[in-house]
């Protein structure tokens, strides 16, 4: 789940920031890995529920599992507007201008979303190993807490890069130059 929600989507979100090229290659390789994304949370979740099935656990029990089923629901909703008004066919210019903003905000939070499902994921895969006799301060509940707070802080820098202004050089910023 993490590759697929966190990892490869944080990668589409930030394509249109860090790859060159023109726009519509940006918008392809966007929607890619955003597709890719898509699949690979739909496989976590047949994983998951395929697991609870056959070790005899209840199926959406936990405030983890709720949100990651909304959570992949938006997703493949905003990917399906985003495909049919961005990329194929395409809406019309002022039908994408408009849009354009809360797809963005939209992406961001459900992006957002991801990360505190992974969150509580972490909280809960804890709470499992500490309620089956793990020492709360063992090296297995310390490198939980670690990626935990990994995941957060990579989250928290991806959103900020998607949010900035994407100019490399501040308006009026001129370098010095030195000559010998």
Not at 50 to 69: A, D, R, T
Request: glycine share 10%; with cysteine; aromatic share 16%.
């Amino acid at each position: 789940m993490f590759i697929g929600f966190i990892f490869i989507a944080s990668e589409a979100i930030l394509a249109y920031k860090v790859l060159p090229g023109d726009r519509e290659y940006k918008k392809s390789v966007h929607l890619s890995l955003q597709l890719i994304a898509l699949a690979l949370g739909i496989i976590g979740i047949y994983a998951a529920f395929k697991y609870h099935n056959e070790s005899g656990i209840v199926n959406l029990y936990s405030w983890h599992s709720w949100l990651g089923l909304g959570t992949i629901c938006l997703f493949a909703i905003q990917w399906l507007i985003g495909f049919s008004l961005f990329f194929y066919p395409g809406g019309a210019d002022n039908i994408r201008a408009a849009i354009l903003p809360w797809h963005v905000f939209f992406g961001v939070l459900i992006y957002l979303f991801a990360i505190a499902t992974a969150e509580l994921g972490f909280l809960e895969k804890l709470t499992f190993l500490e309620s089956s006799g793990l020492y709360k301060y063992g090296s297995e509940a310390m490198l939980v807490n670690f990626t935990a707070m990994v995941v957060l802080i990579f989250g928290g820098v991806v959103i900020l890069s998607a949010i900035l202004p994407s100019e490399l050089e501040p308006e009026g910023y001129h370098p010095v130059s030195i000559e010998p």
